[in-house]
């Protein structure tokens, strides 16, 4: 088991940067892929970028490339998000999730977190 929190979420203009936080605990949080998902009202979840457990391999939706950086910090149990210059389109849900490889977090995690609330005025 794995336990996820998001943090850094709230209200904010367009143009603004914003930094999400995941904060995990349970097993070792270097085993696990991490990603970033998204969910806007009305619609469905989407992913939005995924990281190794090493960080040396990032992925990325490609509306959110350029602007959105993921890292993590292995020593913290922490995995953030980066979002520079936000749009109203990006108001959204943001949910921590992670895996056991990048390509089954960014498809199917097993793990999420609660999620955080981004809203983007303009």
């Known amino acids: 088991q794995v336990q996820l929190v998001e943090s850094g979420g709230g209200l904010v203009q367009a143009g603004d940067s914003l930094r999400l936080s995941c904060a995990a605990s349970?097993?070792?949080?270097?085993?696990?892929?991490m990603g970033w998902f998204r969910q806007a009202p009305g619609k469905e979840r989407k992913f939005v970028s995924a990281?190794?457990?090493?960080?040396?391999?990032?992925y990325y939706a490609d509306s959110m490339k350029g602007r959105f950086t993921i890292s993590r910090d292995n020593a913290k149990n922490t995995v953030y998000l980066q979002m520079n210059g936000v749009k109203p389109e990006d108001t959204a849900i943001y949910y921590c999730?992670?895996?056991?490889?990048?390509?089954?977090?960014?498809?199917?995690?097993?793990?999420w977190g609660q999620g955080t609330q981004v809203t983007v005025s303009s």
């Open positions: 999730a992670a895996a056991i490889n990048t390509m089954v977090v960014a498809a199917r995690p097993d793990y």
């Open positions: 349970g097993r070792t949080f270097s085993r696990f892929a």
């Open positions: 990281i190794s457990q090493s960080g040396d391999n990032t």
